[in-house]
């Protein structure tokens, strides 16, 4: 099993940026596809990016394509989001989450978003002012 903690959300301006942790512990890393997805206040949860377990394939939402980057550093047992132009409709708890089963691009089209994913996060809040 992975444990996965989430850190770095906050409070920013639109426009801002801010990049995201996700640190895992209690499993190799490496073994594990990432993915993060996000829930807005009375919304449902959706997608955000997957990432493979070398971190050389990627899989973006729309709404985040060109904004976000999803990183990984496995020697620290970490996956990152850079969010950058963040914009108001991005406030949202973003969750890590981790599969040993699911591909990158599976994950992509889960439905309901995350529905599979065998580990998660917390979550962390990232709140984008207008």
């Known amino acids: 099993q992975v444990q996965l903690v989430e850190s770095g959300g906050g409070l920013v301006q639109a426009g801002g940026s801010l990049r995201l942790s996700c640190a895992a512990s209690?499993?190799?890393?490496?073994?594990?596809?990432m993915g993060w997805f996000r829930q807005a206040p009375g919304k449902e949860r959706e997608f955000v990016v997957s990432l493979s377990r070398v971190g050389i394939t990627t899989y973006y939402a729309d709404a985040v394509k060109g904004r976000f980057t999803i990183s990984r550093d496995n020697a620290k047992n970490t996956v990152y989001l850079q969010m950058n132009s963040l914009k108001p409709e991005d406030t949202a708890v973003y969750y890590c989450a981790a599969s040993q089963i699911l591909s990158a691009r599976s994950m992509s089209t889960l439905s309901p978003a995350g529905n599979g994913m065998e580990y998660w996060g917390k979550g962390t809040l990232v709140t984008v002012s207008s």
């Open positions: 209690g499993d190799t890393f490496s073994n594990y596809r």
